[in-house]
């Protein structure tokens, strides 16, 4: 008798936590974008918050119900003082679960700094470090948040962040998620990089052509995910073109997919990148950094304005070469350009410590005196797999 | 006053009576206990025997009492009783007494003492079932079972003779357990039938069937079968142990014996297979298990029924195995499901929302907005209300029946949503439910997950995910602590036999299926020497 009422006690204890995380669904504010700027010294920050329709009842599925963004904005001296000031502000629960981007503007990451904003989401338990984080060209920030929700109604502009960088082959999509710029950030010998975010307006004309009658409200304007913001420490130091970051892309073997183009003959060929790795290796000989970079490339023929017969090994050959050249290229811009803003994007310091630790602590007290005087060894093992079932 | 009351009462108070007539009409109305009857021995003399039996039974409009004599010359009178309905009255006049009455103008016998001579010899009546008794208690149960009797002047012996025949039911095909491919017949609620099914399944001398009788009043026939040099000898030790045990007045179905003889009966899960088919009591004869076949029911219990046999349906081994693998995979899911799905949806839509896809969240709440009740609280109200219907539709004539399927159907599923009292996700969640549980063969198992699920979404709605695991473990731990007939319940899954598991979550095809499961069966080869 005695153990089963101590039995009970005990596992009625387990319920003495009781609901108190409880939330209906409905009760929440999705917030799908989070945006920070720099306002005066304060940092503004600004969501996007998905308020919920009510469902049309009944059989019609027409535009009525759905989801329609919300914005809200508090500027104060530290984040979370300026997001309890929307929540006070908003009668949902603003929940930061299923934000799918993060876009902080330029003037804020050049001047705070990343740190104290990626540390605010590393202690945050409710928003996930794998969030994409882009960052705003100047004067583009307050337009993405208030003109992008009309990109396409319904639609959250995170959604559309992350459905970009996702589904558009590009090589130049340098976008890193939070947790990669953290580990960035504390990797010995590394600086965080990530794309940078715009809005362009569509022309008139052009959207009148594409959408018809409805071009009124809709498709004026459209996200451009491009270029990669560069890092130095953890503030913001200048921008790579896409060339550039395409370069960086090859050397740190995160490219997935995407369409490049070479000049043959004068004409264009399009290749698809099909896969790419790159594999790193230090020398240090006589106190001299030497790079050995070594990228692996695969790729298909996709389009082709010159008149060639692909059949033949020695097209194959020189396809290949050219685009072996093409990648070379790139990569030594990317290389000259992390020269000029003094930031290791590529993480060279990191592959040293790693092979040679001794030396890395001498080097890494004033690793930049050293960096413009690295070498770089580039080989590029370029293929084309497929020419595609066209013979020319 | 008092006085006169009592005078009243035994009006016969003056009466001088004997002491012998006194204890009888005092016997007559607070019956006769099975040890007293014992006692009573068959006379010789008829008069005293009759005397005695119409004291017990004679004022039962259903007994029949034949005077007869036998033989021409010397008769020696004697009495055939019998009760009306337990007995196939054309057989008793054809084979009782045609032989004893008429044929003794025919056969050349005269006197009556050669007539008794001829019948003790085993001559007289042909019929095969023909015992002798010596006590009234054993005359009496013989005539309470459908067997005639026979008393003889002089012969402190009864006959009891066996013409049972009563109104049963016919086999027909199983309404619980059907089955697309495979035999259709299902026991009866006769014994002897369901033993005749079985026996033409299983042609071997080993196999036995051995009768006890359970019920102070009831006296219900119940058998044990089993297959000796196959079942060891402590699992039907075990059951007739478990059996002769059991002290009650009756047992009108399985479902008591079941629940007298259980290991855990607190435990909220069944410890015993049921079923109404004679191909799954084959089955599990041959599988090294015991059968406990009750008369009067067509419903069998199987000794023991571990967990994953309570997850087997016959046609998994009649159809190919590759199928009866995927359905037994499927199964095992939908028991899953018709679990955790309802606590999971409550769980993870008030608690964990993260774990929520963007999309799927915005159309729980976009569906939510309008409900007035908490996701918990919608929960239990379309679970007991599916519980209703259900609960509904299996007691209502069938015919009524339908008409409650209807209305369940437009009331939970479209007139509820409409009226935005749940939301359509909810209705799809419970219907999921209701119908993952319907894949689970054995009724029984489905109503201890019925009721496992409601605590268990009792804790998801108060402790969110953490109750979830939570119970879990608990019902691991429960699951793994419960026992059958000395079996563990989750084996061979705890303790792991990985020689078994071919017949669990898959099944192995027969070729591979060479030894029968390890717990128990003695002979444990079941194909000699291997599949060639």
């Not at chain 2, 606590?343 to 729980?364: C, D, F």
Request: net charge neutral; glycine share 6%; charged share 20%.
């Amino acid at each position: 008798m005695k153990k089963t009422i101590v039995s009970i006690i005990i596992a009625l204890s387990m319920l003495l936590t009781g609901c108190w995380d409880l939330v209906e669904p409905e009760k929440l504010g999705l917030v799908t974008l989070v945006g920070m700027d720099s306002s005066g010294g304060q940092i503004k920050v600004i969501i996007h918050e998905m308020s919920q329709q009510k469902q049309s009842s009944g059989t019609q599925m027409d535009g009525a119900g759905g989801a329609t963004i919300k914005l809200h904005e508090a500027t104060a001296p530290t984040i979370s003082e300026a997001i309890q000031k929307i929540a006070a502000s908003d009668f949902r629960r603003t929940y930061f679960s299923h934000v799918s981007a993060v876009v902080l503007s330029e003037e804020l990451v050049s001047s705070i700094g990343i740190t104290p904003i990626a540390n605010y989401f590393e202690r945050d338990p409710e928003i996930t470090s794998a969030v994409w984080l882009l960052i705003a060209k100047e004067g583009q920030f307050d337009r993405i948040f208030s003109i992008s929700t009309s990109v396409e109604p319904g639609a959250s502009t995170g959604k559309i962040i992350e459905g970009i960088i996702r589904n558009r082959p590009a090589l130049f999509f340098s976008a890193n998620t939070m947790v990669d710029i953290l580990n960035l950030i504390w990797e010995k010998g590394s600086e965080p990089y990530t794309s940078g975010i715009s809005l362009i307006e569509i022309p008139a004309a052009k959207v009148k052509q594409e959408a018809g009658a409805r071009a009124e409200e809709s498709n004026k304007y459209d996200l451009i995910i491009e270029n990669t913001a560069v890092f130095k420490e953890d503030k913001m130091v200048g921008w790579m073109n896409n060339e550039e970051s395409t370069g960086l892309l090859w050397v740190t073997g995160k490219i997935r997919w995407g369409d490049l183009k070479i000049q043959m003959d004068g004409k264009d060929v399009v290749l698809r990148i099909q896969k790419a790795d790159s594999r790193i290796k230090p020398l240090i000989e006589d106190e001299k950094i030497l790079m050995n970079i070594n990228v692996v490339v695969a790729s298909d023929i996709l389009e082709s304005q010159a008149n060639i017969d692909y059949q033949q090994n020695e097209v194959i050959d020189k396809v290949q070469d050219l685009l072996a050249e093409k990648i070379k290229k790139q990569i030594i811009a990317a290389f000259n350009k992390s020269k000029m803003l003094e930031s290791d994007v590529f993480g060279f310091g990191n592959y040293i410590f790693g092979k040679y630790p001794k030396y890395w602590e001498q080097l890494s007290t004033n690793w930049y005196e050293y960096y413009p005087d690295i070498d770089i060894n580039i080989e590029v093992n370029a293929k084309v797999n497929h020419t595609g079932l066209s013979r020319k | 006053m008092i006085k006169y009351i009592k005078k009243l009462s035994s009006p016969n108070g003056k009466r001088q009576t004997s002491p012998h007539e006194k204890d009888a009409a005092q016997k007559h109305k607070n019956g006769y206990s099975e040890d007293e009857l014992k006692n009573m021995q068959i006379s010789s003399l008829l008069i005293e025997n009759m005397d005695r039996i119409k004291n017990i039974m004679g004022s039962n409009a259903d007994i029949v009492f034949k005077n007869i004599t036998l033989g021409r010359s010397e008769a020696r009178s004697a009495v055939i009783i019998y009760i009306d309905n337990l007995v196939d009255a054309r057989f008793a006049d054809l084979l009782i007494v045609r032989p004893l009455v008429l044929d003794a103008y025919t056969s050349g016998l005269n006197t009556g003492g050669e007539m008794i001579e001829q019948l003790q010899a085993g001559n007289l009546i042909t019929r095969g079932q023909i015992t002798k008794v010596k006590n009234l208690n054993e005359f009496l149960d013989g005539l309470l079972m459908g067997d005639t009797g026979l008393l003889i002047e002089g012969i402190n012996e009864a006959y009891i003779i066996s013409v049972k025949g009563y109104e049963h039911r016919a086999v027909a095909e199983s309404d619980v357990e059907p089955v697309v491919r495979g035999p259709r017949e299902a026991f009866v609620e006769v014994l002897s039938v369901n033993i005749g099914l079985i026996r033409r399944r299983l042609h071997t001398p080993n196999l036995v069937f051995e009768l006890l009788k359970i019920g102070t009043a009831g006296k219900t026939n119940v058998c044990i079968a089993y297959i000796k040099g196959i079942c060891p000898e402590g699992l039907y030790n075990e059951v007739r142990r478990r059996l002769e045990r059991i002290k009650i007045d009756g047992v009108l179905e399985s479902g008591y014996i079941e629940e007298l003889i259980q290991d855990n009966p607190y435990s909220i899960f069944p410890q015993m297979r049921n079923t109404e088919r004679p191909d799954v009591v084959a089955a599990s004869l041959l599988e090294g298990r015991a059968a406990i076949i009750v008369d009067n029911t067509p419903v069998v219990l199987i000794a023991p029924g571990e967990f994953p046999s309570l997850m087997q349906s016959a046609e998994d081994y009649y159809n190919r195995y590759i199928f009866s693998s995927m359905i037994r995979l499927i199964r095992y899911f939908a028991f899953g499901i018709s679990i955790y799905l309802p606590p999971l949806y409550i769980a993870v839509s008030t608690y964990h929302q993260e774990m929520i896809p963007t999309e799927l969240l915005t159309s729980i709440m976009s569906a939510r907005t309008e409900v007035p009740l908490p996701v918990s609280a919608e929960a239990f109200a379309m679970t007991l209300t599916f519980e209703i219907l259900h609960e509904a539709g299996v007691r209502l004539p069938r015919p009524i029946g339908q008409a409650v399927s209807i209305v369940g159907a437009l009331v939970i599923g479209q007139a509820a949503v409409q009226a935005k009292i749940v939301s359509p996700l909810m209705v799809i969640v419970v219907a999921l439910t209701a119908i993952s549980m319907f894949t689970i063969p054995q009724y029984n198992i489905s109503l201890a997950v019925r009721i496992s699920r409601l605590l268990i979404m009792l804790l998801a709605s108060v402790l969110g995910m953490f109750g979830i695991m939570m119970s879990m473990l608990f019902l691991m731990l429960h699951l793994c602590s419960l026992e059958s007939f000395g079996k563990p319940y989750m084996a061979p899954f705890s303790p792991l036999r990985i020689g078994d598991l071919k017949d669990t979550a898959v099944r192995a095809p027969w070729w591979a299926m060479v030894r029968r499961p390890a717990y128990g069966a003695l002979d444990s080869r079941r194909m000699k020497g291997g599949q060639q």
